[in-house]
């Protein structure tokens, strides 16, 4: 048998209700929908209230956990999880910034960052998972033409240009 559901709430009935009409989120309004199972005695189990919500126990837990040492008001607040990454460190972000912004080598795409931090760093890291670590972080993209190429011949490209108008005109 599951651990059963109780809690105790300081909050009224009625004040709970009047607080998950206010939220603006799903998840905010779950949160408090718990909290209103639990002071009405809807469910017996914790493991059923999470089924109810359609959440998974341990977010549930999570939440009542929140309630317990903050209260409503911070259990409510939608604050953002910032946790940093476990596979791309400092040292790999900060080399992967400076190789980006290098105009004179840059990357010839994803596969090749993959590589590169292969080489450099002795770390696998996925090709998706760098990729939207970099599209997330440094702005890239697959596709993204450069205003000039490092290695361009301006006077090459005149004599194309001069060369392809004379062979259109004839």
Avoid: C
Avoid at 56 to 81: A, F, Q
Avoid at 147 to 165: C, M, P, R, S, Y
């Amino acid at each position: 048998m599951g651990k059963k559901a109780t809690l105790r709430i300081q909050e009224s009935l009625s004040d709970l209700k009047k607080l998950k009409a206010k939220q603006s989120s799903l998840q905010g309004q779950k949160r408090i929908l718990a909290l209103i199972y639990i002071k009405s005695g809807k469910f017996d189990t914790r493991k059923n209230l999470a089924d109810g919500l359609g959440v998974h126990i341990r977010t549930l837990e999570r939440w009542l956990n929140d309630y317990k040492e903050n209260g409503v008001s911070k259990m409510v607040t939608n604050k953002p999880r910032l946790k940093p990454s476990k596979i791309i460190t400092r040292v790999i972000h900060e080399g992967l910034a400076k190789r980006v912004k290098d105009p004179s080598n840059p990357f010839l795409g994803y596969w090749e960052a993959q590589q590169w931090v292969r080489e450099e760093y002795d770390t696998e890291i996925t090709y998706h998972w760098l990729r939207a670590y970099m599209i997330k972080h440094f702005g890239t993209k697959v596709k993204r033409p450069r205003k000039v190429h490092v290695k361009k011949d301006e006077q090459a490209g005149d004599a194309f240009l001069k060369t392809t108008i004379h062979a259109e005109a004839d």
